[in-house]
T-cell receptor, first 114, second 113 residues
Framework: GDSVTQMEGPVTLSEEACLTI???????????LFWYVQYPGEGLQLLLK?????DKGSNKGFEATYRKETTSFHLEKGSVQVSDSAVYFCALRGRSGSQGNLIFGKGTKLSVKP | GVTQSPTHLIKTRGQQVTLRCSSQ?????VSWYQQALGQGPQFIFQYYREEENGRGNFPPRFSGLQFPNDSSELNVNALELDDSALYLC??????????????FGEGSRLTVL
């Protein structure tokens, strides 16, 4: 079945460091891909998305590119801030799934130190 | 936003539990997820206009209801120790859902002893 694998955490960075969180997926057809973020004390919220190959999703300085050839959707940011400290989840929705049916990775906790 | 209650509860094996969710106003689709410790959320089922229209790999003792007033329930019968988890409710409107944007509550943490 469809699945998502993302790098294990926790990840600890200093402010202004570069961030990459790896995410690869297994799915039939062409899934839609997402990054969700969970800030402390809040619910999960959509960070960015891409719905077809070579699409680049971006938001709040974060980017991820849908790479069909490597089945990847790595999350990147050039300069992280303390406020980026959160848990990041990579997710996909298969073409046959209902709109609320997302398949999530295990999550990667990011801590940014001043 | 999406609100869930209770935030924490403790039950014993074999008991039944009801978790509640109030969706964001205007959202007619609600999904429920189970998140075990250290794992990502797992899809339980989805309700649209008060009917279940999608289900993940969960047994029938997991059931739900959706009401016309944007509220919903998740019921779990015959609780097992492995049911201990954070239960998340997510709502969406048709357009937002098609784009993959779900709005999540903070969850109800269930502990089964």
């Amino acid at each position: 079945g469809d699945s998502v694998t993302q790098m294990e955490g926790p990840v600890t960075l200093s402010e202004e460091a570069c961030l990459t969180i790896n995410c690869t997926y297994t799915a039939t057809g062409y899934p839609s891909l997402f990054w969700y973020v969970q800030y402390p004390g809040e619910g999960l919220q959509l960070l960015l998305k891409a719905t077809k190959a070579d699409d680049k999703g971006s938001n709040k300085g974060f980017e991820a590119t849908y790479r069909k050839e490597t089945t990847s959707f790595h999350l990147e940011k050039g300069s992280v801030q303390v406020s980026d400290s959160a848990v990041y989840f990579c997710a996909l929705r298969g073409r046959s799934g209902s709109q609320g049916n997302l398949i999530f990775g295990k999550g990667t906790k990011l801590s940014v130190k001043p | 936003g999406v609100t869930q209650s209770p935030t924490h509860l403790i039950k014993t094996r074999g008991q039944q539990v009801t978790l509640r969710c109030s969706s964001q106003s205007g959202h007619n689709t609600v999904s429920w997820y189970q998140q075990a410790l250290g794992q990502g959320p797992q899809f339980i089922f989805q309700y649209y206009r008060e009917e279940e229209n999608g289900r993940g790999n969960f047994p029938p003792r997991f059931s739900g209801l959706q009401f016309p007033n944007d509220s919903s329930e998740l019921n779990v019968n015959a609780l097992e120790l492995d049911d201990s988890a954070l239960y998340l409710c997510a709502s969406s409107s048709p357009g937002q859902g098609r784009d993959g944007e779900l709005f999540f509550g903070e969850g109800s943490r269930l502990t089964v002893l």
